[in-house]
């Protein structure tokens, strides 16, 4: 019997795959991938995935939403009361993609009001009871605070981790899982390698990204679930311990993380 997987983090809303979402489920199935969580990132991307949620959730697809941080606007009331009733939906499962990111943003004003609506898409999954999806792209400082003085009582994954293992470390303390992508396949993959070597299993979740991150050997082309295997793969040859056993932690985590049937 093949390893089961899940893919803790993709974008099958996204319009790359407007052509054959179907059949992209059913080759991550074909692969051992057998549940995934679609991250909205916008108030449409998030309406698509609740929508995905609805036809695919008994093919084991699941939604989050969120506004990302790229998509910043002020949030008022209405968008709070939009987001709180998509996760009444069966198969919602969290709040993301919400975080920071100061890589694309240089204006101050603009990283303020990325914190600002941060800080109140994880104050609404406390109110919901529900975990979060953490974007954090050269903001590891101001990610780290946030967390350590608005994030408790809730708990998350920071997606497709960057940090050093210092402060890998720092977020596991916090409560808080890190998820592992594409980059760990890459010759450039920095710390991540000492990082999945270091930071114990129970704390390691596996993800795609997908369109994006895309694993070796499909750089350079489109990413999708079935890839997620290259990358547990990957972090079962750092650790030194067989992919069966990173297939069953992460699977584990995943399903223990955001409640999955």
Same mark, same amino acid.
């Given at each position: ?106 204006? $101050? ?60 470390? $720092? ?91």
């Amino acid at each position: 019997m093949m390893a089961e997987l899940v893919d803790s983090h993709t974008h099958l809303n996204s319009t790359k795959f407007q052509d054959d979402v179907g059949e992209t489920i059913e080759r991550a199935h074909a692969a051992g991938v057998t549940r995934l969580i679609n991250m909205g990132d916008t108030l449409a991307s998030s309406a698509r995935a609740v929508e995905l949620a609805a036809q695919y959730g008994t093919r084991g697809v699941y939604a989050a939403v969120g506004i990302h941080p790229e998509e910043a606007f002020e949030l008022t009331g209405k968008e709070d009361a939009q987001l709180a009733d998509w996760t009444r939906a069966e198969h919602v499962v969290a709040i993301g993609e919400i975080g920071l990111d100061y890589y694309w943003e240089k204006d $101050e004003g603009r990283r303020a009001l990325q914190r600002r609506i941060f800080v109140r898409q994880l104050d609404l999954a406390r109110q919901l009871h529900l975990p979060v999806c953490i974007h954090d792209r050269e903001a590891h400082g101001d990610t780290l605070a946030i967390l350590k003085k608005e994030g408790h009582g809730i708990e998350g994954v920071l997606h497709c981790f960057s940090g050093s293992l210092e402060m890998a470390k $720092e977020t596991v303390k916090l409560g808080y899982h890190l998820g592992v992508d594409g980059p760990l396949t890459y010759k450039n993959a920095a710390k991540l390698p000492e990082i999945v070597q270091e930071i114990p299993l129970e704390w390691l979740l596996v993800e795609t990204d997908a369109p994006y991150m895309t694993p070796v050997p499909f750089r350079g082309k489109r990413n999708e679930p079935a890839y997620v295997r290259y990358v547990a793969e990957k972090m079962a040859a750092f650790r030194g311990i067989p992919f069966e056993a990173v297939a069953e932690a992460t699977t584990a985590n995943a399903v223990r993380l955001y409640h999955l049937a």
